[in-house]
Nanobody, 124 residues
Framework: QVQLVESGGGLVQAGGSLRLSCAAS????????MGWFRQAPGKGREFVAA????????DYADSVKGRFTISRDNAKNTVYLQMNNLKPEDTAIYYC?????????????????WGQGTQVTVSS
């Protein structure tokens, strides 16, 4: 099992930026890919971005493409989500997730471990 801890959320005005971090511990060598998801009040969990620890694969939801950047630091077992030009509709709890096997990175059900989430609020 991989333990995940997110940080970096907060309140920001529209057009602003935040950087989320997801620190992984435990059986990190067993995870193959990491993802970021978000859940707004009254809505389901939505895919945001994904990356493989080995590199060579990055994916973004259309709604964040060009504004968000996912990256990883293998030495620190940490994945980042740089969020620029934030919009009020980006307001949500953001979760990171780890998957042991390759699969559909946009499918929340393909991930094995989840963090507790960090709140991002964008004011207009």
């Amino acid at each position: 099992q991989v333990q995940l801890v997110e940080s970096g959320g907060g309140l920001v005005q529209a057009g602003g930026s935040l950087r989320l971090s997801c620190a992984a511990s435990g059986r990190t060598f067993s995870s193959s890919r990491m993802g970021w998801f978000r859940q707004a009040p009254g809505k389901g969990r939505e895919f945001v971005a994904a990356i493989r620890w080995s590199g060579g694969y990055i994916d973004y939801a259309d709604s964040v493409k060009g504004r968000f950047t996912i990256s990883r630091d293998n030495a620190k077992n940490t994945v980042y989500l740089q969020m620029n030009n934030l919009k009020p509709e980006d307001t949500a709890i953001y979760y990171c997730a780890a998957a042991d096997k390759y699969g559909n990175s946009r499918d929340a059900g393909s991930y094995d471990s989840w963090g507790q989430g960090t709140q991002v609020t964008v004011s207009s």
